[in-house]
């Protein structure tokens, strides 16, 4: 394997799949997915902290410098393929095995529309929110932008519970890409954010009992640990 970011996390797999993450909201998806799906795959755990995201090796895999990242030897035609951006990821890696991902076209693009719903949405708005209510934001004197991100964060999760409301998963029955997309964020934001209490998480029982439901799976536990160590 010749690609520059194996200079600095060398491939002990390489004819695997190797992920570039770190347990973050958006780093979880991928490594839920992986584990959801039985793809064999190589972690590496990018210490984001410590700024690897911004080594020339990691750089040289996604210009943008963030996690997560996927190389894939094996990728369409048979040809390698690094891939970031985690929506895009969970995306192909649902068209590479056929899982996760309907395939009634009307389905499928409902499918995705979630996966952009939180890309868009959910992710910035509850990121931000962390940021003003947990982090250095909470030290500004002005609430308001504390404020703006609390009031869309409690609309958006209006948003999923009135979806919630007459089916198990974001798409009905069935478990997919949309689900893992937004798990990890609510996860997040009642738990390492500590924003329960400032969004009222209380008032969304159907938010609550499906990531309850997520959680419970099997491969989604395994998947938020994979790149914790």
Not at 68 to 90: C, K
Not at 109 to 119: A, R, S
Not at 129 to 158: C, I, M, V
Request: glycine share 10%.
């Amino acid at each position: 394997m010749d690609h520059p970011i194996f200079t600095k996390w060398p491939a002990q797999y390489p004819d695997r799949l190797q992920l570039f993450s770190a347990p973050t909201p958006n780093g979880v998806k991928v490594g839920i997915m992986l584990e959801e799906t039985g793809l064999p795959y190589e972690p590496h755990r990018i210490d984001i902290m410590a700024n690897e995201s911004h080594d020339p090796a990691f750089l040289a895999l996604n210009p943008n410098g963030k996690i997560p990242a996927i190389y894939d030897p094996e990728g369409p035609g048979g040809n390698p393929l690094a891939l970031w951006e985690s929506g895009a990821i969970l995306i192909y890696l649902a068209e590479k095995c056929g899982q996760l991902l309907p395939a009634d076209p009307g389905a499928r693009y409902e499918t995705i529309q979630w996966v952009m719903w939180q890309m868009g949405g959910v992710g910035p708005m509850f990121g931000q929110l962390g940021f003003f209510h947990k982090f250095a934001g909470r030290e500004y004197e002005d609430k308001r932008p504390r404020d703006r991100y609390a009031a869309e964060s409690t609309r958006l999760l209006g948003v999923l519970d009135a979806r919630l409301a007459d089916r198990s998963w974001v798409m009905g029955d069935d478990y997919s890409i949309a689900d893992i997309s937004l798990l990890g964020w609510v996860r997040n934001l009642i738990g390492f954010y500590e924003a329960a209490e400032i969004v009222g998480f209380d008032r969304f029982a159907q938010v609550q009992r499906w990531l309850d439901a997520g959680l419970a799976r099997p491969a989604v536990q395994r998947g938020l640990v994979v790149t914790a160590t």
